[in-house]
């Protein structure tokens, strides 16, 4: 199914398949000339999996599932280390943060191994100074209300495969559901971004958060907001993003965030 840019820039879960619930957390990925976007592909009665979009004359094509398990998949986190590309998706039902490896990109991708125990979600991933960290929400405590956590975690590890240890100033934040749960990360201008979802008063209806990461070391860590809440709800852009607003990505071409609307 094609989606003309200029006419209409969505990706909505009726353009994919008649038993799709909903398509959320994009992130968008630039191969070569080839624009893509993966993102968690919701169907009835299965549990979500990896799809990808590619930007092909203008339109989102959509290429289909790439990644499932037998277990809930979702927030595609993927990036590139030399010349192999990887992909750390959300996989909490697993009890675990898996590392996937592409064989054949964007397709083909095969379990590495397990990187951290424990109920995390939506683990992002970011490179500073030779060293590899993931931020991921924690759902074993200070859970608030729809299962939302309040919690967020930093791990780092000088080699993908591991082994992770958790950040001394981990968690980097402690029940505050306004900014914990990961919603993307940016690199723009030699500075990182972390992306947060605003889960008051409800999952994703105060929007998005930008902080500006001032220290991320294996032993220091700081941050400052820059920007937010935007997309929130708000009568204005109720066209479609009424709730669920969470995830940001960019490509240097297009940004992409998703939402939940009618």
């Known amino acids: 199914m094609e989606l003309r840019?200029?006419?209409?820039?969505?990706?909505r879960a009726r353009d994919v398949g008649k038993n799709v619930l909903f398509v959320?957390?994009?992130?968008?990925?630039?191969?070569?000339?080839?624009?893509?976007?993966?993102?968690?592909?919701?169907?009835?009665?299965?549990?979500?999996?990896?799809?990808?979009?590619?930007?092909?004359?203008?339109?989102?094509?959509?290429?289909?599932?790439?990644?499932?398990e037998r277990f809930h998949l979702s927030y595609p986190s993927v990036f590139r280390i030399g010349n192999e590309w990887y992909m750390i998706p959300?996989?909490?039902?697993?009890?675990?943060?898996?590392?996937?490896?592409?064989?054949?990109?964007?397709?083909?991708?095969?379990?590495?191994?397990?990187?951290?125990?424990?109920r995390y979600v939506d683990p992002t991933f970011i490179e500073r100074?030779?060293?590899?960290?993931?931020?991921?929400?924690?759902?074993?405590k200070n859970v608030g209300r729809f299962g939302i956590?309040?919690?967020?975690?930093?791990?780092y590890s000088r080699n993908i495969r591991g082994p992770w240890l958790e950040h001394p100033m981990s968690p980097i934040v402690s029940r505050d559901p306004n900014r914990s749960r990961p919603g993307g990360i940016l690199e723009m201008n030699g500075d990182i971004y972390r992306v947060a979802?605003?889960?008051?008063?409800?999952?994703?209806?105060?929007?998005?958060?930008?902080?500006?990461?001032?220290?991320?070391?294996?032993?220091?860590?700081?941050?400052?907001?820059?920007?937010?809440?935007?997309f929130g709800f708000s009568l204005r852009n109720a066209r479609w993003v009424l709730l669920g607003v969470h995830t940001f990505g960019e490509?240097?071409?297009?940004?992409?965030?998703d939402g939940l609307g009618w």
């Not at 105060?206 to 860590?221: D, H, M, S, V, W």
């Not at 490509?251 to 965030?257: A, K, M």
Request: charged content about 25%; overall charge negative.
């Open 5 to 11: 840019l200029d006419r209409n820039p969505e990706i």
């Open 24 to 68: 959320a957390d994009p992130m968008i990925i630039q191969y070569g000339e080839t624009t893509y976007i993966f993102a968690e592909v919701k169907e009835s009665r299965r549990p979500g999996y990896i799809g990808v979009f590619r930007l092909e004359n203008n339109s989102w094509v959509y290429d289909g599932p790439v990644l499932r």
């Open 90 to 118: 959300e996989s909490s039902r697993a009890n675990a943060i898996r590392l996937y490896m592409a064989r054949d990109f964007p397709r083909n991708w095969v379990y590495i191994g397990d990187l951290i125990e424990g």
């Open 129 to 140: 100074d030779g060293v590899f960290y993931i931020f991921a929400g924690h759902l074993d």
């Open 149 to 155: 956590s309040s919690d967020l975690h930093l791990f």
């Open 197 to 230: 979802q605003d889960s008051t008063p409800f999952y994703g209806m105060g929007g998005l958060r930008f902080f500006r990461i001032n220290e991320l070391t294996p032993e220091t860590y700081s941050e400052e907001e820059v920007m937010g809440p935007v």
């Open 251 to 257: 490509n240097g071409n297009f940004c992409v965030y």
